[in-house]
Every structure is written in structure tokens, then in C-alpha cells.
């Protein structure tokens, strides 16, 4: 569709001259707190656009949770404008998966293109309509990947997500026998068990046996393990 149509067939795109805009393309660490921050405070009937340099498709599933659609125009080669248009007021946003990947904007200092085709990517391997394999089987198979390739960021933030969509503790405890048998004693015990992996995994032991709730420990999970530490994290 045209740029110049939208308007005209979105009815809502008529005030995004009034929308609060947000320009994220400074922005090198995780500008997604900052944006659900300021989509929280709309009210129905709001608006915020977000400028980035490539299309933000990780973000509509975010905003969709917080009672938002959207609509994103290609302004020109390497900016756009997404522009999201407040609904309803959704009050349980919990579902939604925590530690988005925020290393898009480093793909488009490279090449707007190759941002382009990323987030695409992303989007056609985690975000397929009707999967063949459920989201939770996918986080723990790229987990089980990521520890063979040696990549423990990856899958420390992999067994948060799965966590979150509901694998349990036993799932995961067959998951780190694995590791030992795939991988042997001695790597295990010199790589894997003195990880954040492993630590992020004994931490959910540890709080499911004090009774906390699976929202509770994602939380704690996800603010511990979040891109602040440097075991974890992706440091800009």
C-alpha cells in the first residue's frame, strides 16, 4: 500500500500528527522499558509513534499485549515510523515473553538492509502462525544448541523464556543430565555448573521450594539475568 493511502483507509492514522513520538534510534541498550512505560500511561484512544531505522516487528507483539494495533510506514530507505493506536487498556500483560532480543539496532550501524533481514528472520522462526513445534520446545532446543556452540548468554536467556511459558523444573533437571552425558563430567563440571545457566536454573529450584509463584521467580529471573549483568547481558 502506498504511504500516501493509509490514512485514508485506517481511520485512527487521521491524528497521528497528535501521537506522542518516540525516536529510539539513539537508543544502543534496551529501549523497550521506556516504551511500554510510555505506552502504559496512554489512555484509550492514545498514540505513540516509534522511529527506528528498521521495521520494529519485535515490538507489535509487546504492544499488542498492552491493548495497541498498529500500522508502519516506510518513510524511506532506512527509517520508519510505527505507529501504534491504543484500543482497550489491557490490565494482564504477564504473558508477555521477557528478554526480547535488543541487538536489532546493531545490525542496522551495519546495513539497514541486513537489519531488515534479521528482524525478519526472528520473526519467521519465533513468531510462525501455527508451529509445528510449540514455543516452549523451540526455547529448549535453541538452548540445548546454544550450550554446545559455548554461547551461555543464549541459553541462559533461552531457559528464562521457556521457564516462563511453563517448563518445569523437572524438565529442565533431564535437560542438564543431558548436558552431562552429551558433554561429559569434566566439562560440565568446569564450564556448565559454575555458569549463569546454572545458576539461573539452581535460582528457580530454590524459589519454587519457598513457594513462589511462576510469575514471581520470572520476574526476579528476568531483572537478574537481564542485559545489566555482564554474565548475561549485551553490553553496548
Same mark, same amino acid.
Given at each position: 500500500?502506498?504511504?500516501?493511502?493509509?490514512?485514508?483507509?485506517?481511520?485512527? @492514522?487521521?491524528?497521528?500528527?497528535?501521537?506522542?513520538? /518516540?525516536?529510539? &534510534?539513539? +537508543?544502543?541498550?534496551?529501549?523497550?522499558?521506556?516504551?511500554?512505560?510510555?505506552?502504559?500511561?496512554?489512555?484509550?484512544?492514545? #498514540?505513540?509513534?516509534?522511529?527506528?531505522?528498521?521495521?520494529? +516487528?519485535?515490538?507489535?507483539?509487546?504492544?499488542?499485549?498492552?491493548?495497541?494495533?498498529?500500522?508502519?510506514?516506510?518513510?524511506?530507505?532506512?527509517?520508519?515510523?510505527?505507529?501504534?493506536?491504543?484500543?482497550?487498556?489491557?490490565?494482564?500483560?504477564?504473558?508477555?515473553?521477557?528478554?526480547?532480543?535488543?541487538?536489532?539496532?546493531?545490525?542496522?550501524?551495519?546495513?539497514?538492509?541486513?537489519?531488515?533481514?534479521?528482524?525478519?528472520?526472528?520473526?519467521? +522462526?519465533?513468531?510462525?502462525?501455527?508451529?509445528?513445534?510449540? @514455543?516452549?520446545?523451540?526455547? @529448549?532446543?535453541?538452548?540445548?544448541?546454544?550450550?554446545?556452540? #559455548?554461547?551461555?548468554?543464549?541459553?541462559? &536467556?533461552?531457559?528464562?523464556?521457556?521457564?516462563?511459558? #511453563?517448563? =518445569?523444573?523437572?524438565?529442565?533437571?533431564?535437560?542438564?543430565?543431558?548436558?552431562?552425558?552429551?558433554?561429559?563430567?569434566?566439562?560440565?563440571?568446569?564450564? +556448565?555448573?559454575?555458569?549463569?545457566? /546454572?545458576?539461573?536454573?539452581?535460582?528457580?529450584?530454590?524459589?519454587?521450594?519457598?513457594?513462589?509463584?511462576?510469575?514471581?521467580?520470572?520476574?526476579? @529471573? =528476568?531483572?537478574?539475568?537481564?542485559?545489566?549483568?555482564?554474565?548475561?547481558? /549485551?553490553?553496548?
Amino acid at each position: 500500500m502506498k504511504k500516501e493511502d493509509i490514512s485514508a483507509t485506517i481511520d485512527w @492514522l487521521k491524528n497521528k500528527k497528535d501521537f506522542l513520538q /518516540f525516536d529510539v &534510534r539513539p +537508543i544502543k541498550g534496551n529501549f523497550l522499558p521506556a516504551i511500554v512505560k510510555k505506552a502504559k500511561d496512554l489512555p484509550v484512544k492514545g #498514540g505513540i509513534t516509534i522511529i527506528q531505522n528498521f521495521e520494529p +516487528i519485535p515490538l507489535y507483539e509487546t504492544m499488542k499485549n498492552l491493548g495497541f494495533t498498529h500500522c508502519t510506514e516506510k518513510i524511506e530507505e532506512g527509517l520508519y515510523h510505527a505507529h501504534f493506536y491504543r484500543k482497550e487498556i489491557k490490565e494482564d500483560d504477564q504473558q508477555e515473553l521477557p528478554l526480547k532480543p535488543i541487538v536489532m539496532p546493531r545490525y542496522a550501524d551495519i546495513d539497514p538492509d541486513v537489519a531488515k533481514l534479521t528482524v525478519n528472520f526472528w520473526d519467521h +522462526i519465533w513468531n510462525k502462525e501455527n508451529p509445528a513445534i510449540k @514455543l516452549e520446545h523451540k526455547l @529448549l532446543l535453541s538452548l540445548a544448541n546454544a550450550v554446545g556452540a #559455548g554461547r551461555i548468554k543464549q541459553a541462559t &536467556r533461552e531457559l528464562i523464556k521457556a521457564y516462563h511459558l #511453563g517448563v =518445569t523444573t523437572e524438565e529442565f533437571d533431564e535437560i542438564f543430565a543431558l548436558f552431562v552425558w552429551n558433554q561429559g563430567i569434566g566439562h560440565f563440571s568446569s564450564e +556448565i555448573a559454575a555458569s549463569p545457566l /546454572f545458576k539461573a536454573y539452581l535460582l528457580i529450584k530454590d524459589l519454587e521450594k519457598k513457594n513462589k509463584s511462576r510469575s514471581e521467580i520470572s520476574t526476579t @529471573l =528476568t531483572e537478574k539475568f537481564s542485559e545489566r549483568n555482564p554474565e548475561t547481558g /549485551f553490553n553496548s
